[in-house]
């Protein structure tokens, strides 16, 4: 069964960190564009980053841009998203996509495989 599952989403403080990651079973991310997703109560979804198949590009949305990084693990089959400086405005349910190709831009709408979510929370 091909499936993309998330983890390390937790309650943490304004300020902390986090990192979460997206592990792949069934198929292997090394040919996959991979992008994380959130989405707040209330709020449509939107594109968090990206990274490419190879992982020598990365982008990121501006309200994120210089706290969090995206990197990956081809030969352990994950995906990562390093969250620091958190924020109020940051919890939201975290889910990581996949589609077959080298490069799409974050928010590509035609991600083929999604993860089931990991929620943060940031709050004091």
């Known amino acids: 069964q091909l499936q993309l599952v998330e983890s390390g989403g937790g309650l943490v403080q304004p300020g902390g960190s986090l990192r979460l990651s997206c592990a792949a079973s069934g198929f292997t991310l090394d040919y996959y564009f991979i992008g994380w997703f959130r989405q707040a109560p209330g709020k449509e979804r939107e594109g968090v980053s990206c990274?490419?198949?190879?992982?020598?590009?990365?982008n990121y949305a501006d309200s994120v841009k210089g706290r969090f990084t995206i990197s990956r693990d081809n030969a352990k089959n994950t995906v990562y998203l390093q969250m620091n400086s958190l924020k109020v405005e940051d919890t939201a349910v975290y889910y990581c996509?996949?589609?077959?190709?080298?490069?799409?831009?974050?928010?590509?709408?035609?991600?083929?495989?999604w993860g089931k979510g990991t929620l943060v929370t940031v709050s004091s």
């Open positions: 996509a996949a589609v077959r190709g080298t490069w799409y831009g974050c928010g590509y709408v035609g991600m083929h495989y």
């Open positions: 990274i490419s198949s190879s992982g020598g590009s990365t």
